[in-house]
T-cell receptor
Framework: AQSVTQPDIHITVSEGASLELRCNYS??????LFWYVQSPGQGLQLLLK??????LVQGIKGFEAEFKRSQSSFNLRKPSVHWSDAAEYFC??????????????FGRGTQLTVWP | GAVVSQHPSRVICKSGTSVKIECRSL??????MFWYRQFPKQSLMLMAT?????????EQGVEKDKFLINHASLTLSTLTVTSAHPEDSSFYIC???????????FGEGSWLTVV
């Protein structure tokens, strides 16, 4: 069955520290992969996406993500976290890459807290 | 700036009344829009897929007579919650597929509180 997993419900890091948020999917082929960020009470902002090509994807706000086919993972990273990065992060997947982009399946989200 | 706009951002209504939420794509035409629901501290669950000029496709378990979706133009989809009940209180978010079809943008969301 198709699924998206974000193993970490809550992560706390100190400002300036590095960050890695995990995302795994279950699917027989390579899907389209996305990372979105949501601030409290707000909508979702697209950080980055992967469709094909270079497996290391650069996004906005200094984020990057690496697609690893062997691990069915698409982990989000940032070398130095800023206090303003505190938010909820969602990994999302579109499984039917043979058709036009459509409904996304979301992981349960990872809440990031940043200590000063 | 935002490419998908939702209105209202917050609404309070009485039980039994209906409330309409609008989702507009800015600067691009969206033949397909999606409506999600998000309970506090939970992930997003797709409610329905809205196609311009045709009936929406609802996910299993979503009452189509209660959550009316209209996608009458290429830039506007509306979600009407009919006979609202306190359990309908939630955060509703819409999204739209970009004009070139390779990105999905989300609106700012709408908080619905039914009292």
């Amino acid at each position: 069955a198709q699924s998206v997993t974000q193993p970490d419900i809550h992560i706390t890091v100190s400002e300036g520290a590095s960050l890695e948020l995990r995302c795994n999917y279950s699917y027989g082929a390579t899907p389209y992969l996305f990372w979105y960020v949501q601030s409290p009470g707000q909508g979702l902002q697209l950080l980055l996406k992967y469709f094909s090509g270079d497996t290391l994807v650069q996004g906005i706000k200094g984020f990057e993500a690496e697609f690893k086919r062997s691990q069915s993972s698409f982990n989000l990273r940032k070398p130095s976290v800023h206090w303003s990065d505190a938010a909820e992060y969602f990994c999302a997947v579109y499984f039917d890459r043979g058709s036009t982009l459509g409904r996304l399946y979301f992981g349960r989200g990872t809440q990031l807290t940043v200590w000063p | 700036g935002a490419v998908v706009s939702q209105h209202p951002s917050r609404v309070i209504c009485k039980s039994g009344t209906s409330v309409k939420i609008e989702c507009r794509s800015l600067d691009f035409q969206a033949t397909t829009m999606f409506w999600y629901r998000q309970f506090p501290k939970q992930s997003l669950m797709l409610m329905a897929t809205s196609n311009e000029g045709s009936k929406a496709t609802y996910e299993q378990g979503v009452e189509k007579d209660k959550f009316l979706i209209n996608h009458a133009s290429l830039t506007l989809s509306t979600l009407t919650v009919t006979s609202a009940h306190p359990e309908d209180s939630s955060f509703y978010i819409c999204s739209a597929r970009s004009g070139n079809g390779n990105t999905i943008y989300f609106g700012e969301g709408s908080w619905l509180t039914v009292v």
